[in-house]
């Protein structure tokens, strides 16, 4: 089965929390369990002419709006989440988002062309996880569950096909 590694899309400006350093950036969620991180939290975001609440946010940390989450849910329905509500005040809208606490599941290598490498081992048929890519943490997501999403004309993800070996 492939595996992509997902992102947002170049062609999107998404949403970027004011505030958030200490409460959601990558190093405090995986120091912390589950249960020390509160279970609702809210932010402002960065006012941006062409800002667009797309289902999927890498930064500062994974988080997914509610059709994605709903989607995970049926390929691994015990994951657990943080909800999160990004608003922009000048123009008085806002979206819920929600962190999921994933398993990490090693280091992904880049070969000749850039692209990721990843043992099968390693996905153990796993629907979405993530893995250490240098200094970065990325998200995997199995092709039937990326496929899933897509059909639910989601917005902003963009997909980088990893290599299993």
């Given at each position: ?83 999160v ?77 990893i290599?299993?070996?």
């Amino acid at each position: 089965m492939k595996y992509f590694a997902v992102s947002v899309d170049s062609n999107y400006v998404a949403p970027v929390p004011v505030g958030w350093q200490g409460i959601i950036d990558k190093k405090t969620i995986h120091r912390k369990k589950v249960y020390e991180i509160q279970e609702h939290l809210l932010f402002r975001v960065e006012s941006h002419m062409q800002m667009v609440y797309t289902d999927v946010i890498t930064f500062p940390c994974f988080m997914v709006s509610e059709t994605v989450k709903k989607v995970i849910g049926r390929y691994q329905p015990f994951l657990k989440y943080t909800r999160v509500v990004l608003f922009q005040k000048e123009k008085e809208t806002s979206m819920a988002y929600y962190i999921p606490f994933l398993e990490q599941v090693g280091k992904g290598k880049k070969n000749g062309t850039g692209r990721i490498l990843l043992g099968r081992e390693q996905t153990d048929g796993r629907g979405i996880a993530e893995i250490q890519d240098g200094d970065n943490i990325r998200i995997i997501m199995r092709m039937d569950l990326v496929e899933s999403i897509l059909r639910r004309k989601t917005v902003g993800i963009g997909l980088e096909e990893i290599v299993i070996t």
